[in-house]
């Protein structure tokens, strides 16, 4: 079992920055997808981004493209979503996601069989 805990949302003003975190625990992170989601009031969950365990490469939505940055620190079985530029469409909740193996189609929520709690983000205009 994988248990994913995600922490660092908050109110923040349009323009300003947060970094979510992901804590893994339970099998061998490194071999993790990891993506992040989020979902507004009265919306689908909607994919944000997403990195692969080995050799990673990253994944965006356009809407978030050259805003936040994936990463994810191996040795801390961590990962995080560094956000700049927020803007008040950014409000949700966001969820911290995970799967092992291949083939997985990193935008797509089915694909991820992990997933944290959830984070509130709240941007202010």
């Known amino acids: 079992q994988v248990q994913l805990v995600d922490t660092g949302g908050g109110l923040v003003q349009a323009g300003g920055s947060l970094r979510l975190s992901c804590a893994a625990s339970?099998?061998?992170?490194?071999?993790?997808?990891l993506g992040w989601f989020r979902q507004a009031p009265g919306k689908e969950r909607e994919f944000v981004a997403a990195?692969?365990?080995?050799?990673?490469?990253?994944y965006y939505a356009d809407s978030v493209k050259g805003r936040f940055t994936i990463s994810r620190d191996n040795a801390e079985n961590a990962g995080y979503l560094q956000m700049h530029s927020l803007k008040p469409e950014d409000t949700a909740v966001y969820y911290c996601?995970?799967?092992?193996?291949?083939?997985?189609?990193?935008?797509?929520?089915?694909?991820?069989?992990?997933w944290g709690q959830g984070t509130q983000v709240t941007v202010s205009s």
């Open positions: 990195i692969t365990g080995r050799n990673p490469n990253t």
């Open positions: 339970g099998r061998a992170f490194s071999s993790l997808t």
């Open positions: 996601a995970a799967r092992g193996g291949l083939g997985l189609i990193h935008t797509d929520r089915r694909s991820y069989n992990y």
